[in-house]
């Protein structure tokens, strides 16, 4: 004869294997009722609304960093990078604002560059940028070594 505690377990261990098979129950007509609507043409309106609004979001979107105005994209002349503000450096090509930013604060702490080899001592400003800027960039004041003299850059 089982006791009392045995009972007890068979019949929580029978109301666990019912609950579990109303449980599985109900999620397989929530599948099957999902897999129909998912099966079921949708009307070409829908479609044809999901395509449009696909096809504007993709015209929004910059092709790559933040978008620039036509007018804007390469400056009427050459920048001298000695004196020109942020907003003037942020229009040279492959110059964002971080970037011009970074080179307003290196020529305020150490002087002016005075070429395109100082201008490399800014963060970000390596030698394929320097040769894209050279055609855009001038440099009327500045820096000059004299007999071999270099400036080398101090610590901020």
Request: proline share 9%.
């Amino acid at each position: 004869m089982p006791t009392a505690a045995e009972r007890q377990a068979v019949a929580f261990l029978a109301a666990v294997a019912v609950l579990g098979g109303g449980v599985r129950l109900v999620q397989g007509r929530a599948f099957e009722r999902a897999l129909q609507a998912a099966e079921a043409p949708a009307p070409v309106e829908a479609i044809e609304a999901q395509l449009a609004a696909v096809d504007s979001a993709r015209a929004r979107k910059p092709s790559r960093g933040r978008a620039r105005s036509a007018a804007s994209e390469v400056p009427a002349g050459p920048i001298d990078p000695d004196v020109a503000t942020e907003e003037e450096l942020d229009r040279l090509p492959r110059i964002g604002p971080a970037l011009a930013q970074r080179i307003v604060a290196d020529r305020d702490s150490l002087g002016p560059f005075g070429s395109l080899e100082a201008l490399q001592r800014v963060r970000g400003i390596g030698p394929a940028l320097a040769a894209g800027l050279a055609p855009h960039v001038t440099f009327s004041s500045g820096f000059r070594p004299l007999h071999g003299e270099s400036r080398s850059r101090r610590a901020p």
